[in-house]
């Protein structure tokens, strides 16, 4: 990198610094954008007068060498050397790695001493048994046959107490060592706990990169040394919204939108209590506008006729090329519950209130956000040439001052109950919004195609035509009143050879709706229990020798 080789001319023409000094530094500030990371580490460390060599430990290969930036204060910078490859193994002097060695040694040793206590204890309940065995043994001496009974009274007085002493000391000894072992319960969650420790730190790489900064500081005393950069990690790393709808309908219709972001890293460093902003810019995508170059048209000879599978092909193709590109938003506004916003300039950033720790390439968190909650007005609509039945759909505006981002997988429920996961494709300020809450199964939809003739070329009219009539019926089985908006369409042209006509009993309450032509809507309240009939019926007509497509 080229970035790196002048570094190294630059360090290698100064003289040798007087002393190196390791700097081991730590995450200290986060800004996350989707796919890309601002690092900020901080250190303090001790500098004595004169030039000196920093060698700043901890930065991992992820980061982005372009985008280095290192200060300290304390001391004048004269030259940085970045080293990619022959870098020493950060275990070698990374205190991280060996206060976690430390405190997993430490409790290892702490159970060993149990266990040794324990130990010691039971060896008082070994020598009251050998001390019952001796006895027993006694007892059972054949030289006791010749003694008389007062002595073999007293014999067996003595032998029964201290088979009695002996037998309560075993007790108690095996009492204190099970209550030394009470000990181990704790120490071993305490030796877990250490050893996650220990196994969070080493989820991280290996290799760092070797940055060394020579410094001349005018006096001693400490000095703050502050290194940020920027990374993509290895390609999994960054946020996005996570949402939960809901659709109260008990006391009032209310849309509430509960909010949380997902945050992902895989930078080969922990981020260990953090201080976390999210960022809605997107740096990787396009920050210039697009050249706009001369459009060169010309003629030709008329092509041959394309094949009808090509023809097919074609259109698809321009199809898709007409679908509308929907641009992600960006959030802007206030946000609540532990999260500070930041909403001037160009785009918006969010400030979490309570430290972050994130592992890198194991963790996944989710950080809950605020509810949003929107007046909604709730109707049931109905598409019957695609469905069977109605859906219940919930109009409300984006009255929260701030742009709602997209997201995949959106959960929606009707007064605490999962109805439907679906896509979320962001919503800007004052915009209006229909959101589906699932079907409803009691609403029935029916649409017949009661009669379809084409007609023949005649001897005197030279004009085909088609004539298409549809019934269209509208069922509510359920046990309340709904108000039921239903589309259906009729073709239309740009031809002025292909001409069209169509009736509708009773006519719609809305034509070209959303200002797409052709689609028809029906506003209508169904009492429980009530049906409605639609008939439709349209012509279509084209000179003989035309084809209808």
Same mark, same amino acid.
């Given at each position: 990198?080229?970035?790196?080789?002048?570094?190294?001319?630059?360090?290698?023409?100064?003289?040798?610094?007087?002393?190196? *000094?390791?700097?081991?530094?730590?995450?200290?500030?986060?800004?996350?954008?989707?796919?890309?990371?601002?690092?900020?580490?901080?250190?303090?460390?001790?500098?004595?007068?004169?030039?000196?060599?920093?060698?700043?430990?901890?930065?991992?290969?992820?980061?982005?060498?372009?985008?280095?930036?290192?200060?300290?204060?304390?001391?004048?910078?004269?030259?940085? !050397?970045?080293?990619?490859?022959?870098?020493?193994?950060?275990?070698?002097?990374?205190?991280?790695?060996?206060?976690?060695?430390?405190?997993?040694?430490?409790?290892?040793?702490?159970?060993?001493?149990?266990?040794?206590?324990?130990?010691?204890?039971?060896? #008082?309940?070994?020598?009251?048994?050998?001390?019952?065995?001796?006895?027993?043994?006694?007892?059972?001496?054949?030289?006791?046959?010749?003694?008389?009974?007062?002595?073999?009274?007293?014999?067996?007085?003595? *032998?029964?107490?201290?088979?009695?002493?002996?037998?309560?000391?075993?007790?108690?000894?095996?009492?204190?060592?099970?209550?030394?072992?009470?000990?181990?319960?704790?120490?071993?969650?305490?030796?877990?706990?250490?050893?996650?420790?220990?196994?969070?730190?080493?989820?991280?790489?290996?290799?760092?990169?070797?940055?060394?900064?020579? *410094?001349?500081?005018?006096?001693?005393?400490?000095?703050?040394?502050?290194?940020?950069?920027?990374?993509?990690?290895?390609? +999994?790393?960054?946020?996005?919204? @996570?949402?939960?709808?809901?659709? @109260?309908?008990?006391?009032?219709?209310?849309?509430?939108?509960?909010?949380?972001?997902?945050?992902?890293?895989?930078?080969?460093? +922990?981020?260990?209590?953090?201080?976390?902003?999210?960022?809605?810019?997107?740096?990787?995508?396009?920050?210039?506008?697009?050249?706009?170059?001369?459009?060169?048209?010309?003629?030709?000879?008329? /092509?041959?006729?394309?094949?009808?599978?090509?023809?097919?092909?074609?259109?698809?193709?321009?199809?898709?090329?007409?679908?509308?590109?929907?641009?992600?938003?960006?959030?802007?506004?206030?946000?609540?519950?532990?999260?500070?916003?930041?909403? &001037?300039?160009?785009?918006?950033?969010?400030?979490?209130?309570?430290?972050?720790?994130?592992?890198?390439?194991?963790?996944?968190?989710?950080?809950?956000?605020?509810?949003?909650?929107?007046?909604?007005?709730?109707?049931?609509?109905?598409?019957? @040439?695609?469905?069977?039945?109605?859906?219940?759909?919930?109009?409300?505006?984006?009255?929260?001052?701030? /742009?709602?981002?997209?997201?995949?997988?959106?959960?929606?429920?009707?007064? #605490?109950?999962?109805?439907?996961?679906?896509?979320?494709?962001?919503?800007?300020?004052?915009?209006?919004?229909?959101?589906?809450?699932?079907?409803?199964?009691?609403?029935?939809?029916?649409?017949?195609?009661?009669?379809?003739?084409?007609?023949?070329?005649?001897?005197?009219?030279?004009?085909?035509?088609?004539?298409?009539?549809?019934?269209?019926?509208?069922?509510?089985?359920?046990?309340?009143?709904?108000?039921?908006?239903?589309?259906?369409?009729?073709?239309? &042209?740009? /031809?002025?050879? !292909?001409?069209?006509?169509?009736?509708?009993?009773?006519?719609?309450?809305?034509?070209?709706?959303?200002?797409?032509?052709?689609?028809?809507?029906?506003? =209508?309240?169904?009492?429980?229990?009530?049906?409605?009939?639609?008939?439709?019926?349209?012509?279509?007509?084209?000179?003989?020798? =035309?084809?209808?497509?």
């Amino acid at each position: 990198m080229r970035f790196s080789v002048i570094a190294f001319a630059m360090a290698a023409a100064l003289p040798a610094a007087a002393d190196t *000094i390791p700097v081991s530094s730590a995450v200290s500030e986060v800004t996350l954008y989707p796919g890309l990371a601002e690092v900020t580490r901080r250190a303090t460390v001790a500098l004595p007068e004169g030039r000196h060599r920093l060698i700043l430990q901890n930065v991992p290969r992820t980061a982005l060498l372009e985008t280095l930036q290192v200060e300290i204060a304390g001391a004048r910078r004269v030259a940085t !050397l970045l080293r990619e490859n022959y870098v020493p193994p950060r275990e070698a002097d990374d205190p991280e790695v060996d206060a976690a060695e430390a405190r997993v040694r430490e409790v290892e040793a702490r159970i060993a001493a149990v266990g040794d206590e324990a130990a010691g204890a039971r060896s #008082g309940v070994r020598a009251a048994e050998a001390s019952i065995g001796f006895l027993q043994q006694l007892g059972a001496n054949e030289g006791l046959a010749e003694a008389d009974a007062a002595a073999l009274s007293a014999i067996a007085r003595m *032998i029964s107490e201290e088979a009695r002493g002996a037998s309560q000391a075993a007790v108690a000894a095996e009492a204190e060592a099970r209550r030394i072992e009470l000990q181990l319960e704790d120490l071993e969650e305490e030796l877990a706990e250490a050893q996650a420790a220990l196994a969070a730190i080493t989820l991280e790489d290996d290799d760092r990169l070797y940055i060394a900064v020579d *410094i001349e500081a005018e006096q001693a005393g400490e000095g703050a040394v502050k290194v940020s950069y920027y990374t993509a990690g290895a390609g +999994n790393i960054g946020w996005q919204p @996570s949402y939960e709808m809901h659709l @109260s309908t008990v006391k009032e219709q209310q849309v509430i939108l509960k909010r949380a972001v997902m945050l992902v890293q895989d930078t080969g460093e +922990n981020w260990l209590d953090v201080a976390l902003t999210l960022s809605t810019a997107v740096p990787g995508e396009q920050g210039s506008p697009s050249a706009l170059y001369p459009w060169l048209r010309r003629i030709e000879e008329p /092509q041959p006729p394309r094949a009808l599978k090509q023809q097919a092909l074609d259109e698809a193709e321009m199809g898709m090329l007409a679908e509308p590109i929907v641009e992600a938003p960006a959030m802007v506004g206030e946000a609540q519950g532990g999260w500070g916003a930041d909403l &001037s300039g160009a785009v918006a950033t969010y400030r979490f209130g309570l430290p972050v720790s994130i592992a890198s390439g194991a963790d996944l968190l989710r950080l809950e956000m605020d509810s949003l909650t929107a007046e909604a007005k709730v109707q049931a609509v109905a598409v019957p @040439s695609r469905d069977e039945t109605a859906y219940r759909v919930a109009t409300f505006t984006n009255s929260f001052g701030e /742009q709602l981002l997209a997201s995949d997988e959106v959960p929606r429920f009707v007064d #605490g109950k999962l109805v439907t996961v679906e896509h979320f494709a962001g919503l800007a300020p004052g915009a209006e919004m229909d959101a589906g809450f699932g079907p409803i199964e009691g609403l029935q939809l029916r649409r017949n195609v009661l009669g379809q003739s084409e007609g023949e070329q005649g001897l005197i009219s030279r004009s085909n035509a088609q004539v298409q009539k549809v019934e269209i019926t509208v069922e509510n089985l359920t046990a309340q009143d709904w108000p039921v908006r239903l589309l259906d369409r009729v073709p239309y &042209s740009q /031809q002025d050879d !292909l001409e069209i006509t169509w009736g509708a009993k009773p006519r719609p309450t809305e034509e070209n709706v959303e200002k797409q032509r052709g689609i028809l809507a029906w506003d =209508m309240e169904l009492a429980a229990g009530e049906s409605r009939t639609i008939q439709l019926e349209t012509t279509l007509s084209w000179p003989d020798g =035309m084809e209808l497509r």
